[in-house]
């Protein structure tokens, strides 16, 4: 069966503190290893898309890399408004629904 | 074009009666995705259609759900005789159904069961 796990459950980061968020998966045949952001209230907004190891993209403070075992999604100096949960998700060759994690709600403070 | 869209945003219910939860997804988007997030929980998959087809529903947790989708467009979720725990956000999503294979998600149907 498909996993995937995130961690840590929650971050709290002050404006300017880079880190990392880790996303481990156990899948029978990576399609694809996909970021997305969600804000309180709103549906999940699409972020990167990963396909193979040593993969990396990298969109404004956010850069999301990938191995055979996990995804890490950096932030570079962050600011208040990329306070929100990030979820990671996986999809195999077998089907087609996402595999998502619980998620990192990560909180930026000013 | 415009996002995917769900309606309604909030729906409250009593226990036992039937709902029906509606998502259009994006032009062009063959495939059309329900999942359902619960309090805490990550989001679970309920079913995929490709076209009007549903090769997949093996997320459904019981015979109480049911989706159709008409015109490879418009998508209904249906639950009948709700209980307690269907309370949760219902999520809509579609994605072209091949490369990239990203899927874009709706806003969401919030679900309490009273």
């Known amino acids: 069966e498909d996993q995937v796990t995130q961690s840590p459950e929650a971050l709290r980061l002050q404006e300017g503190e880079s880190s990392s968020l880790n996303c481990s998966y156990t899948v029978s045949g990576l399609r694809g290893l996909f970021w997305y952001r969600q804000d309180p209230g709103k549906g999940p907004e699409f972020l990167f898309t990963l396909y193979s190891a040593g993969e990396e993209k990298e969109k404004e403070r956010l850069k999301a890399t990938l191995t055979k075992k996990e995804s890490f999604l950096h932030i570079t100096a962050p600011k208040p408004e990329d306070s929100a949960t990030y979820l990671c998700?996986?999809?195999?060759?077998?089907?087609?629904?996402?595999?998502f994690g619980t998620g990192t709600r990560l909180t930026i403070i000013p | 074009g415009a996002g995917v869209s769900q309606s309604p945003s909030n729906k409250v219910t009593e226990k036992g009666k039937d709902v029906e939860l509606r998502c259009d997804p994006i032009?062009?988007?063959?495939?059309l995705y329900w999942y359902r997030q619960s309090l805490g929980q990550g989001l679970e998959f309920l079913i995929y259609?490709?076209?009007?087809?549903?090769?997949?529903k093996s997320g459904l947790p019981s015979d109480r759900f049911s989706a159709e989708r008409t015109g490879g467009s418009v998508s209904t979720l249906t639950i009948q005789r709700t209980q307690q725990e269907d309370s949760a956000v219902y999520l809509c999503?579609?994605?072209?159904?091949?490369?990239?294979?990203?899927?874009?998600f709706g806003p969401g149907t919030r679900l309490t069961v009273t």
């Open positions: 259609f490709q076209g009007n087809s549903a090769p997949d």
């Open positions: 032009s062009g988007h063959t495939a």
């Open positions: 999503a579609s994605s072209f159904g091949g490369p990239p294979y990203e899927q874009y």
């Open positions: 998700a996986a999809l195999n060759f077998g089907n087609e629904k996402l595999t």
